[in-house]
């Protein structure tokens, strides 16, 4: 065996990595399920994506991978709309909860009054900032 570095790995090097490692964690847990999906925020004329969120279901967990809000929309109710959604679905699942990251110029404020609490987070990254993680358990 050889290691290699690869600085513009393909998609299918992230599977070829990512397949075995999903087959030894399939054969630990019970219930990986896995589900992408995607809430869109359009504009009404266009029917352009403006925003929206973007998650993943696995191991009875949601991850708010993306969030986006558009300039526009922002202060109006949509991220809190979008993330009212996702709980819903998440509940639809039966998740044991929710968890994300953002950074410390994005909207930690925003999950604390959604009921996420923080439970752990990078300093200096990006430097001179800070992402913090929260999740929202679901089920006791």
Not at 16 to 27: G, K, R, T
Not at 53 to 60: D, E, F, N, V
Not at 108 to 118: A, E, H, I, R, S
Request: net charge negative.
């Amino acid at each position: 065996m050889r290691i290699e570095r690869l600085d513009q790995p393909t998609d299918q090097d992230r599977l070829a990595i990512l397949n075995p490692l999903l087959a030894y964690s399939e054969s630990k847990v019970n219930n990986p399920y896995f589900q992408n999906f995607a809430l869109v925020v359009r504009d009404e004329h266009s029917d352009e994506i403006l925003g929206g969120l973007y998650a993943k279901i696995s191991y009875q967990w949601l991850y708010v991978e993306l969030l986006s809000v558009p300039e526009q929309a922002r202060g109006q109710g949509v991220g809190t709309r979008l993330m009212h959604m996702v709980e819903e679905l998440a509940r639809e699942k039966d998740c044991t909860g929710i968890w994300l990251g953002t950074f410390d110029f994005q909207a930690p404020q925003f999950y604390k009054k959604l009921g996420f609490t923080q439970y752990g987070q990078i300093d200096d990254y990006p430097p001179g900032h800070r992402q913090h993680f929260f999740q929202k358990r679901l089920k006791p």
